[in-house]
């Protein structure tokens, strides 16, 4: 793994790959933020809301995003977190997430992130602000 002051301009970290989304991780991240949406719950409630089935959170697809920046904490810390959600993550879905490094300054790295689905699709993209140490 490269030291983020290694790291050149169009490279990547190491993608991370989650498991299989399921539906405890759905519960537990419901639990967690207060989120009860029966939605990401249960399949009845998202059936009935025009889904085909649940769906996870949003903002569950985003916070794994930071997964992506865990090693280097040492190094350095999120200051800021852009995210546009592009497309839903069901239940077995598995994202991988990605960051490329898109700006280089004296205190300040600026990548750019997303999360793609098995399929290729992308479902979240933005810009993560990484502040040095």
Not at 22 to 48: M, Q, V, W
Request: charged residues 25%; aromatic residues 8%.
């Amino acid at each position: 793994m490269k030291e983020l002051k290694d790291l050149q301009i169009g490279e990547s970290l190491e993608d991370v790959t989650l498991s299989p989304v399921s539906r405890l991780d759905l519960i537990k991240y419901a639990g967690a933020s207060g989120d009860y949406n029966p939605i990401h719950t249960i399949d009845e409630e998202a059936e009935k809301a025009g889904l085909p089935g649940i769906i996870a959170h949003g903002m569950w697809t985003m916070g794994n995003l930071a997964k992506l920046f865990t090693p280097y904490y040492e190094e350095g810390f999120i200051e800021d977190y852009t995210i546009r959600f592009k497309g839903m993550v069901f239940l077995n879905d598995v994202i991988t997430l990605n960051a490329i490094l898109d700006d280089n300054k004296e205190e300040k790295m600026k990548f750019k992130v997303n999360a793609t689905n098995q399929d290729g699709n992308e479902v979240i993209k933005g810009n993560v602000v990484l502040c040095k140490v």
